[in-house]
C-alpha cells in the first residue's frame, strides 16, 4: 500500500500543476458573442484566448450550411486574439476556430451566430 500511494501522490501534484492546466488555449471572449444575432454588412470578428496563440498556424472559417470559408487574420491583432472581418448576408452561420497555443497544444471551437434580415 505505502509503493502505490508513493506512486500516486507524484502523479497526482503533476496533473494539479498550473503548467498542466494552461496546457490548451481556451477562448475566454468572443465578438459577436456565441448565439447572438447581428444586423448583415460589415461584420467584425474577434476572439480572445486565455494564452499566447501561433497566429500562422491558427485558422477562422465562417460556415453557412454546408459552405464553408477561410476568413483572412488580422495581422495586427493582439498574440491572445484572433480578429478578421466579413461581410455577412443574412442567415445562420458558425464561426468555426482551430488555434495552436504557444506550447504546442490544438484547440478547435464553434461560435454560432445569427445574422438578422434587413
Request: aromatic fraction near 4%; include cysteine; charge should be positive.
Amino acid at each position: 500500500m505505502l509503493r502505490f500511494l508513493s506512486l500516486l501522490i507524484p502523479a497526482a501534484a503533476g496533473c494539479l500543476s498550473p503548467g498542466h492546466a494552461a496546457a490548451h488555449a481556451i477562448l475566454i471572449e468572443s465578438e459577436p458573442p456565441a448565439r447572438a444575432t447581428v444586423p448583415p454588412g460589415p461584420t467584425g470578428i474577434r476572439l480572445r484566448f486565455n494564452s499566447r496563440i501561433d497566429h500562422a498556424r491558427s485558422r477562422l472559417a465562417l460556415r453557412a450550411g454546408t459552405a464553408e470559408r477561410v476568413l483572412p487574420l488580422d495581422p495586427g491583432s493582439p498574440a491572445d486574439v484572433l480578429a478578421a472581418s466579413s461581410d455577412l448576408a443574412p442567415g445562420a452561420y458558425v464561426l468555426r476556430w482551430q488555434v495552436l497555443a504557444v506550447d504546442g497544444h490544438i484547440t478547435r471551437g464553434d461560435v454560432p451566430l445569427t445574422v438578422q434580415a434587413r
